[in-house]
């Protein structure tokens, strides 16, 4: 089983639809989570940290159920510039600190 | 907006030759990242940096691959002999603390004929 695993997509919505993504993870120990956004043969770019009580930006909202060892990402208002990889990221303590990232969500929103 | 750079942004190489990629961090980022990423992939951590040393390199091929920090600032990866299967996306981040968000880089992508 991976570390971090993330459902491949490609997740294909309308604009204005409402999206989730979910992220899982194995290790317990895991502190601290991220979603970053990649487009294509570009740099990952963060996204929003994920804190344990959620949070929100704009139509972005991040959420961690440390219970059920995942993250999410729901997109509201869908827009054409939504398309992209949506990339969980989880540190974990192995010793030190350790990223793992998932293999990314595939995201086309169509017109 | 502080940026990490990277450089050279494309690279071809023949297999066997050395091959090396440069990244300055953002000022004031203690923890420094080399990734490789295949195409459908996630970044695969090669080394990790904190400062000068190195907290993490364990998944990195060091019969062919190094990396260096020497003044804690910026990094340089190298790859000698490359071989076909490295070519990839070669990625430098770096963040404040080794718990906190990742910048990244433009990224290097490097082919090996």
């Known amino acids: 089983r991976k570390e971090v695993e993330q459902d491949p997509g490609p997740f294909n919505v309308p604009e204005g639809a409402t999206v989730a993504f979910n992220c899982t993870y194995s290790?317990?120990?895991?502190?601290?989570f991220f979603w970053y956004r990649q487009d294509c043969r570009k740099e990952p770019k963060l996204l929003m940290s994920?804190?344990?009580s959620g949070n929100e930006d704009g139509r972005f909202t991040a959420q961690l159920n440390r219970a059920s060892q995942y993250i999410s990402l729901l997109i509201r208002d869908s827009k054409l510039s939504d398309s992209a990889t949506y990339l969980c990221a989880v540190n974990m303590r192995t010793g030190g600190f350790k990223t793992i990232f998932g293999a990314g969500t595939r995201l086309f929103v169509k017109a | 907006e502080a940026e990490v750079a990277q450089s050279p942004r494309y690279k071809i190489t023949e297999k066997s030759q050395a091959v090396a990629f440069w990244c300055d961090p953002i000022s004031g980022h203690a923890t420094l990242y080399w990734y490789r990423q295949i195409l459908g992939q996630g970044p695969e951590l090669l080394v990790q940096?904190?400062?000068?040393?190195?907290?993490?390199d364990s998944q990195l091929p060091k019969d062919r691959f190094s990396a260096e920090r020497l003044k804690g600032v910026d990094s340089t990866l190298k790859i000698q002999p490359a071989e076909l299967g490295d070519s990839a996306m070669y990625l430098c981040?770096?963040?404040?603390?080794?718990?906190?968000?990742?910048?990244f880089g433009p990224g290097t992508r490097l082919t090996v004929t």
């Open positions: 994920v804190y344990s």
């Open positions: 290790n317990s120990a895991s502190q601290s």
């Open positions: 981040a770096s963040s404040l603390g080794v718990d906190r968000e990742q910048y």
């Open positions: 940096f904190q400062d000068e040393s190195v907290v993490d």
